[in-house]
């Protein structure tokens, strides 16, 4: 673990010998990490499955397996232990620092006033990186560059004022951060919907929002919804009210979009819901004059007052 340094100089860092924290003169090294606060959440360099790729990314703490909640360098992995995760000019920057190339991997490439030389960068107990200025301004966040998780806190969504869209990704493999095929976003048009695709192929959707949850999703008492939806932003989010129970969404790299659910007593992932799991799941299934019941043998029937040719075609 690298040492925490507060001169008394730096008067504008307003966190020191925070092991949460990364300020400008501390590098982050492969085997070096950040813990959260309360200790929930990690981040550091790791390899996944068979790999030796190195990559920066999230995780849970008190989970005995490897769980990834967010990578940073997707699509540019270290190749050996050489990644160094640094503040440099007021942004966070990984560089490959072998054979002393210092070849940049990935930048928030924020701008900032400043005192963006006086950036810090923070990993909260809700497992988000932020970084902040000497003021405390916020600059960039990780939750607002999803990858193949949902966590609460986090929003499924856009915004329409800066562009940036939150859609989930699956990973290509479990060998491979990488994005793969698999997308989980909003369709703001209209009611709003979310549609899972395979590539540009849409592969099943959620029923129109009702205002509850995110639409066919088991919406225990744990959770609490909000749905947002003005001029600057179209999202869904939600939160846990059981600080007992961990709970993620994820979009696996096989396709099915799940939620499963932990606890910090059985130190394990349940598998509670997940989609795309049989035919009526899948996206126009039985055609635009059908409706799907996997129950019955056969599982397409027409649509009261459609005709079985209107069926056939629309399949």
């Excluded at 961990?246 to 096989?254: E, K, N, W």
């Excluded at 129950?295 to 397409?300: G, I, L, M």
Aim: glycine share 10%; hydrophobic share 35%.
């Amino acid at each position: 673990m690298f040492q925490y340094l507060c001169p008394a100089s730096l008067i504008f860092f307003p966190i020191c010998n925070s092991p949460d924290t990364l300020i400008p003169i501390q590098s982050l090294r492969d085997g070096d990490t950040l813990i959260s606060a309360e200790q929930i959440f990690v981040l550091g360099f790791f390899s996944p499955g068979n790999s030796k790729n190195r990559y920066v990314g999230i995780w849970y703490n008190k989970i005995p397996d490897l769980t990834i909640v967010w990578t940073a360098n997707r699509q540019n992995p270290v190749r050996n232990s050489s990644g160094i995760l640094t503040i440099n000019g007021g942004n966070l920057v990984l560089v490959d620092g072998g054979h002393n190339i210092n070849r940049t991997l990935r930048s928030t490439n924020v701008s900032s006033s400043t005192m963006g030389n006086y950036s810090s960068a923070t990993l909260t107990d809700s497992g988000y990186l932020v970084l902040t200025d000497g003021r405390g301004v916020i600059l960039w966040e990780s939750f607002d560059y999803p990858t193949n998780t949902f966590l609460p806190g986090m929003k499924l969504g856009l915004s329409l004022r800066t562009g940036l869209s939150w859609f989930l990704t699956s990973w290509k493999s479990v060998d491979d951060p990488a994005p793969g095929e698999f997308t989980l976003s909003l369709d703001p048009l209209g009611t709003p919907q979310y549609f899972l695709r395979m590539g540009t192929n849409p592969i099943w959707r959620s029923a129109p929002w009702n205002g509850q949850g995110l639409p066919t999703i088991n919406r225990a008492s744990v959770y609490s919804w909000s749905y947002v939806n003005n001029h600057d932003e179209i999202y869904v989010t939600y939160n846990g009210n059981n600080t007992i129970i961990t709970s993620r969404f994820v979009l696996d790299d096989s396709g099915p979009f799940g939620k499963l659910m932990g606890s910090n007593k059985n130190r394990r992932w349940d598998l509670m819901w997940l989609v795309a799991q049989d035919r009526c799941d899948q996206y126009a299934n039985c055609g635009a004059y059908g409706c799907c019941d996997s129950n019955r043998v056969a599982e397409c029937e027409c649509l009261r007052g459609s005709s079985q040719r209107r069926l056939v075609i629309g399949t």
